[in-house]
Structures are given as C-alpha cells and as structure tokens.
C-alpha cells in the first residue's frame, strides 16, 4: 500500500515537474551545482583523510614522537635515533617500531647515467610492518640495517620497468649508489611507493649510523609502529609518556624537555594539522554553497506553494489528509533532487578526475596512496546530502502549502494577495542567502589575498637573474667534510673560470626557498637568557663566498666570506639587516658575537664581520618569524645538499643549464644534478598547490554569488508579480514610475544591508574562532582587513542592484487598467 501511493506520488510528481519546465530547469541546476560541489570536497577529504593507507588493518598503523608538553597540541619532536633504540628495547605496546626518512635524495648510475631517485631510508622491518613484500628477491634483513654491511637495495616497480626493461634477473645486479656499490635485492609490486612517492627504498642505519643525542649533524628518522590488537591508542600512549619521562631523566642534556608522547594515526601525521584544516575549511565552504542552492528552492518552493494553494485545499477538501499533501510536495522536492544528484555526479566525476590530474602533474605530486574517486562512501554521502536538500528545500513550502483553509485561500485568492507569512519566510530566506554568500566571499577574497600575496613576496634579490640547482654529496665519493669541502671549492674555481658565467656562489638552501635547518635557536653574547625558550629562533644558511654578489645584492655594513674563512681560523657569521636592527637597534652589528644554542655540544662564539639585506629564507609560508637570520661560510661545515647559484655574463639564466652539467660531469661524472630552473621557477612550483586551491575558493564564491543573485531576482520577481494590483492602484492615484522603481529597490536593499550586516559580522566569528587556523592557511593576510570587506559588500551590493533592477523596471510598466481587472 506504502509502495503503490510512493508510485502514485512519483507519477504525480513527474507530471507536475513535467508541466513546469522553467521551475524544474532552473531548480535541478541550482541544487546539482551544490550536490557537485560538495561530491567533488568530500571525494577529496574521503581520499585525503578517511580512506586510509592501502595495506592490512592499516588503521592500527601509527606515527609515534616525543614532544615537549609546553608546545601547542598535535605538535611532535620527532625522535633521534638513540631514543628509537631504547624505546624499541623497552616498549610493549606495538607489534614492532620502524624508523624511516621518506622524501630523500638517492643518487644512483645506471649504465653510466647518474640520476637522481626519490628515495627512502629504511630499517629492515619496514615493510613487515606493513605487511607488504617484494614481489621478486627479498625484503631487507637485520644484517643489512647494520653500519658498514654490505650495501643493498629494494627498487620500485617503476625503476624496475623503466631502467631494467622488466628484466626479472635484475635480482643481484649492482648499481652505483650515494657513491658505493650497492647489490638489487628486490622488485616492491606496482603502484607502491610508501611512504609517499618513493622510488627505491635502503637500509636506514646502514646508510646514515645512529648518532649520539644531541649531535647538530644528526638525522633522526620518522617513527612508524603498528598497535597490537588488544592495546589502545589510550594505553599506548601512555605507555609511551612514561618511556619518555624516562628517557628525560636519564638525559637531561637532550631529553629535558621531551616528557610526553604523541602517538597519531599515521594517515592523520603525515597529511598534517594544516592540510586538514584547510581540506575541512573547503568543505565546509561547498556545505555553504549547497545551502544556499537549497534555499533558491525553497523560495521557488514557497512561490509554487502560494500559486497552487487553490489546488492543494480543493485536493484536501475532496479528503486528501494533510500527510499525503506534505508527502506529495516531498516526492517533488525528492525527484527534483534526485535529478540533481544525477546530474551533480556526472559533473562532480569530471572535477573529481581534473583536480586530481591537475595536483599529480605538479612538481610535488600527491602521496601514492591518496586517490580521489566517487567510491561507495562518497555515493553514500552524496546519497545523505540528496536527501537533506529534499528535506530543506521542501518540507517548509509542503508544510505551509498543507495548513491552509480552503475559504480563507479562496478569499485571498479573490483579493490577488499571497499569504504575508510566506512572503516574509522568502525575505528571511534571501537574507540568509546574502548572509552566507557575505562570509563565502569573504574567505575566499582571503584566500586569493593570501596566494597573491605569496607570488608577490619579497625574497630580496631578483629570482628571475640567477639559475640554480642542486645536487647531493654523499660519504661514498666525500666521506669526509675535507674532501666535501675540497670538491666544492675545486667547483667553484672552474665554474668561476668559465666565461660564459658572470658569478657563481653556492648555498645551502632548497630550491632557494626554504632552508634546510628550518627555524633554529640562537643566542647572542652577553644577554641573559631565563630559559630556553626565551631565546631568540632565526634561520640559517650555509653560503660561500660571493653568494651576495651572484644574487646582486650589496652588503650594509662589512664584508662578505672569503675563501679563508673557517672555523679554525676564526667562526664568523654574517646576519641580515633585520637582525642586526632586531638585536642592536642603531648600534653596529660588527664585532658582536652570536651562535646556534645547542646545550648537549655547545659551539664556539660566531664574529659578525658584515650585514646583508634581508633574503627571505622560509619561502612564502612561514609568518611566525621574521626575517631575522645569519649566514655561515661554506668551510664551516660543507652541506651535504648544496644549490649551486650561476649569473650569466647576458641572456637567459636557462642558457646555463648544459654549460652547467658539462662542468660538473667533467669533475664527477656520477653526480646528477636536479631542481635545476631559476629560483622564481623553483618557487612557483612549490606554490602550484596553493594556487590551485585559490582557484576553487574563487569557484566556490562564484556559485555561491550567482545562486544569490538568482534567489534575489526570484524573489524580487514573485513579490512583484504579487502585488500588480497594489502597483496599479498606486499609479491609478498619481504615483509615477521613479516612485515605483524606489519602492521596489528598497525593499532590495533592506534585505541586502541585513545580509550584508550578518555576513560581516559571521566572518568576523569565523576571523575570532578560528584564528589559528586562519593563521596557518592564510599568508600576510589580515582576517579584520576593512578594505576587504567594503570590497565584498560593493561587490554584492552591485550583485543585487542588478538582480533587483529587472522585477523595479518591470512594475513601473504595469497599465492600471489591466492590473485592476487582473482578477
């Protein structure tokens, strides 16, 4: 019986939708932009966030790091490689702890051919633990994580297709590896590249031996572990706390501070704090949209509801109950979300498939494991989100619709007047619209702010002048600082000769954008600091001489390196002008003495022998320093990792690239260079991704300000459609077509200026709410700006002065005549 009068209702419902071409059109469009937009954010979060890792109960996989207590929440300190042994020897919550450097340098020759791999390093139960094996050789063994074993290493499915033609003898071969021989002794299966776009994978200590707590050298790996079936996040993470207290107490030198653990699901580490607040801020972005698309059909709705009230208590009156009147009005709005759904699917697949292409075709493409796809947990959402905007758009106008009296609806109809409760519901609803529409915009004018910002940034020196690249010395061919540092100097001699070079300097920062120590603390000579955390955090770069001059940049004050500073001579540093103005005000800051704190192996004082214009050492990301660094020479201690910087006597620094690998070749011809590109070229690269999610913000505010401006017309349209008789009357008595033009656009502009007035003061609780994570997703970009948000409101203050124009220029040319006798 239940299923016969769904039919029924559903046959009724194509009929009414059928009939109405214009309404069912227009509303099927609006909702299936809302149902895309937020099919295509949740497939992101879901491939993101929920899916999780592509391996075996892979929701007992986690990362596991000490912290320091007094550090914001979710923040970890990683876990240097002593600590990772001891609390491996002594824990009982995990199946088994693996440490892991993902991400890495791999320098291999293959034939004669260097080239630079994505790699990681390992220790031998990596893979184990994540219950995943090589599909041709063997997995790594203890013997092999050992310093000084004999060299072995696992490649990825796609090395082993690309370089070795499939060949499934490839098992024993040897290849040239960080400068050393290595033997192949497995092929991992397609498609796997954990922890995140990793191409070969070596024993982690075999390659890099433990080092002692405290060392500045050190390389403390991630730390992945998989839970035991019957022990808890909870337990083991108290577990953990107490390892760590532990360790704390029996080295207060380094382990002090660390006295808690955070042990995090791996997915929820590595995708980190940042990226899922902004994935969840773009989702709610799109919720928005898809709201205020619900609420154009409500007012469709209503507006239907009001002109077929005469229909509905005639239906009710014949004995139709006032449930099966609502349940009729909701098959509709089902229907008509339904096709919506549809259609948002099909739309929501191509921007699914797009958006993903887009961020792998990138420079830093997504990790391996993250897929966005329409799977069954994304159908099911979109199925929820169907149904919810059924049930907004639809259930109010059904309601209302159904409560009716057939004698007062007649009346009414009688008089031309629509009900005052329904055209005050359609006010309130716009409103809304506006209001939500406001604070869309808002954010996402923050967001374009926030990446226009960051293309525009300020890195000191013109990055479009010089060519960079890198390259990675590894202890196989430089196994000790002297022969780094000899190499290095011998390269700079011979790129110096070259005359096709202007200037070459070399430096240690990546891509010219970030430097590889990050953030560190420093302390100056004779201040007293309380604690440590009083002292002062800077970035550092390791450069050679000459490193200005190649950027174009003169000193303020001093002198630059020369090939004769060392460390065993006399430990010198040069600082940037924000430095020196931070730390000595007017003074000079030639003469005083700085260095890196590290309380484990306290450094020896650093001279400052000259000041150099601000360079920007963090890339656009970073606004909780300044721009307060310093730089040490090249010889105090030679990077393993060094960007090479060329200026050429004229043309394109492009031009450089070939003279560049014949130089380098001829002096080792097994060091393949990379990240090669200016340094404007490297940056854009890194901001591709930001860019990209400015895009969608734009798209998203785009919807949502044409789905405002059409429920703004439609309603501006209803109302006026209304109240023709009223207009004719008022023109009747000498009311001329100015005077009914202003009626009509105020009443526009009184529901404008209080969206206007709820959206600002919205943004503004979002701004206060969520400061810190505003504070992490936008750069340089003040969340209170005035100017901002006067420029939101004009633009939709022009968004509806057009919408309204169209319904005030149509009610000055009703005739009185024919509006007197419209009834």
Sequence with gaps: MILETFVQDLRVGARVLLKEKGFCVLGVTVLALGIAGVTTQFSVVNGTILRGLPFPESDRLMAVQLRDPTQPPGV????????????????????????????????????????????AYVTDNFF??????????????????????????????????????????????????????????????????????????????????????????????????????????DQATAEYTALAKGLALENPKTNRTLTEALIQPFV???????????????????????????????????????????????????????????RQMLTESLLLASIGAVIGIIVSRWAVDYLWRSLNSLTFPLPFWIHFDIDGRVLAF????????????????????????TAEVLKEAGRGNTSRLVTNLTKLLVIGQIALTCTLLILSTL???????????????????????????????????????????????????????AAAALSSRLRMTFSITGPVQYEINGVTYKDDHDRPTGSTETVSDSYFASLGLRLREGREFDENDNDQRQPVAIVTATFAKKHFGAQSALGRQIRLYNPA??????????????????????????????????????????????????????LLVEPLRKELSRLDPNLPLYFIGTPKRMQDEVLAQNRIIASLFSVFGLVAV????????????????????????RMALGADARTILRMVMNQGARQLVIGLGLGVAGALGLAALGHSILANVFYRVNPYDPLLYGFVGLVLTAVAAVSCFGPAHRATRVDPMIALRAE
Excluded at 95 to 111: H, I, Q, R, Y
Excluded at 132 to 160: C, M, Q, Y
Aim: glycine share 10%.
């Design 447 to 501: 967001m374009i702010r926030s990446v226009v910002n960051q293309q525009r940034v300020n890195y000191g020196y013109d990055t479009t002048a010089v060519l960079s690249a890198r390259m990675g010395l590894f202890e196989g061919d430089y196994p000790t600082l002297q022969s780094r540092l000899v190499f290095l100097q011998k390269l700079l001699r011979e790129l110096r000769a070259n005359p096709q070079f």
């Design 76 to 119: 970890g300190d990683g876990m240097a490689a002593q600590d990772f042994e001891d609390i491996l020897a002594r824990q009982k919550s995990f199946e088994g702890l693996a440490g892991f450097l993902n991400g890495s340098t791999v320098n291999v020759t293959v034939n004669g051919n260097p080239q630079r791999y994505t790699g």
């Design 382 to 405: 979109t199925v929820a989100a169907t149904v919810l905007a059924a049930v907004l758009s639809g259930l109010l106008p059904a309601l209302l619709a159904s409560r009716a009296n």
């Design 128 to 233: 184990r633990l994540l219950r995943v094996g090589p599909i041709l050789g063997r997995d790594f063994v203890p013997e092999d994580n050992k310093p000084g074993a004999v060299r072995v290493t696992i490649i990825g499915h796609s090395i082993w297709e690309r370089d070795f033609n499939s060949d499934p003898g490839v098992i024993g071969r040897t290849v040239r590896l960080n400068g050393r021989t290595a033997t192949i002794i497995g092929v991992m299966p397609a498609g796997f590249q954990f922890p995140s776009n990793e191409e070969l994978w070596v024993p982690l200590f075999n390659e890099f031996p433990p080092a002692l707590r405290g060392d500045p050298q050190a390389i403390n790996p991630s730390v992945l572990g998989r839970l035991k079936p019957d022990v808890s996040l």
């Design 601 to 654: 192996h306290p450094e020896a004082w650093r001279t400052i022998v000259g000041v150099a214009p601000d360079t920007l050492m963090q890339g656009p990301f970073d606004q909780q320093h300044d721009d307060a660094g310093f730089f040490v020479p090249l010889a105090s201690l030679p990077p393993t990792f060094v960007t090479v910087l060329l200026r050429p006597q004229g043309g394109s620094p492009d």
């Design 706 to 729: 044409v789905l405002a401006s059409v429920g703004l017309y439609g309603v501006m349209a209803f109302s006026v459609s209304q109240r023709t008789q009223e207009y004719g009357i």
């Design 268 to 326: 929820t580490n590595f995708i980190g704090q940042q990226a899922r607040q902004l994935l969840l801020v773009m989702l709610g972005a799109v919720a928005v949209v898809l709201v205020i698309a619900c609420v154009n059909v409500m007012n469709m709705q209503l507006a239907r509801a009001t002109l077929r009230a005469k229909e509905l208590s005639i239906r009710g009156a014949l004995g139709a109950s006032r449930i099966r009147l609502v």
